[in-house]
């Protein structure tokens, strides 16, 4: 969050919005390929004793491209979703698709918060100056979508680890 936040700061809205998606796109799938294709083995054994990773597992072999979304949606550590997902099989294209749906939201709203200050005071008081009623608008929007499409997917998600579990003990 505050390299997005510096970043806007640094440099005009739209050339910031850009290094930063492009930035964090990349090091998330420079994360999912060195779990996918260097590490495997020992991320593998990193994960599998937890209790969520087993839930992702099911969730994983059931629907791979819904729990690469519903793992995005999850509040987990960062680096599960970066390298855990990996481990468990994911498709690259998969994994990218999700990452860049969840990420550019924040993004822009990071970018955005950013490029509107002139000082570390306005972070703390939560002011800053309006570069243009469109951009808070597209900012309060896309912000408000992601929090319910989270909040949507995390329901989704629990919703569908108890059906898998269910369809486990019936077999």
Not at 8 to 29: E, M, N, Q
Not at 80 to 108: E, M, R
Request: net charge positive.
């Amino acid at each position: 969050a505050l390299l997005e936040i510096t970043i806007g700061y640094l440099y005009p809205f739209y050339t910031a919005l850009a290094i930063a998606s492009v930035g964090k796109l990349s090091g998330s799938i420079c994360c999912f390929l060195i779990s996918k294709y260097l590490a495997p083995n020992f991320i593998q054994g990193q994960f599998s004793d937890s209790h969520l990773f087993q839930k992702m597992t099911v969730l994983c072999k059931a629907e791979p491209l819904k729990f690469s979304f519903i793992v995005r949606a999850m509040a987990v550590p960062i680096f599960v979703k970066n390298y855990g997902t990996a481990a468990l099989g994911i498709k690259l294209s998969h994994y990218a698709l999700s990452a860049l749906a969840f990420g550019t939201p924040i993004c822009y709203w990071l970018v955005y918060t950013g490029s509107n200050l002139t000082n570390f005071m306005q972070v703390i008081s939560g002011t800053s100056n309006d570069k243009s009623g469109v951009q808070v608008l597209l900012s309060v929007l896309g912000f408000g979508s992601f929090i319910v499409f989270t909040l949507y997917m995390r329901k989704y998600a629990n919703k569908r680890i108890e059906e898998i579990k269910l369809e486990e003990k019936l077999d």
